[in-house]
Nanobody, 114 residues
């Protein structure tokens, strides 16, 4: 069963940057597309970025040009570099395969103050 451990969140001012990391285990990580998802209070979880095994990437319009997803298959790790953060980016961020599997990690909280 695949498992994910997210880290790197925190409190940052508007315009700041954070880099999230996600370590995966329990699967042959390199053969799957992986996504970063987020869930803000009172909202549904949404996919914000995904990276295919080919390393091609896709982003939600709301983060395009500000977020960059990358992966290190040797470390079974995926990253999300977040720049020019906005208060509306405040959410718990999760990683999972794309399409996602039923098991989620605990996520990492990102809070952007105005």
């Amino acid at each position: 069963q695949v498992q994910f451990v997210e880290s790197g969140g925190g409190l940052v001012q508007s315009g700041g940057s954070l880099r999230l990391s996600c370590a995966a285990s329990g699967t042959i990580f390199s053969i799957y597309a992986v996504g970063w998802y987020r869930q803000a209070p009172g909202k549904q979880r949404e996919l914000v970025a995904q990276i295919a095994k080919s390393r091609s990437t896709n982003y939600a319009d709301s983060v395009k040009g500000r977020f960059t997803i990358s992966r290190d298959n040797a470390k079974n790790t995926v990253y999300l570099q977040m720049n020019s953060l906005k208060p509306e980016d405040t959410a718990v961020y999760y990683c999972n395969l794309s399409p996602y599997r039923p098991t989620w990690g605990q996520g990492t909280q990102v809070t952007v103050s105005s």
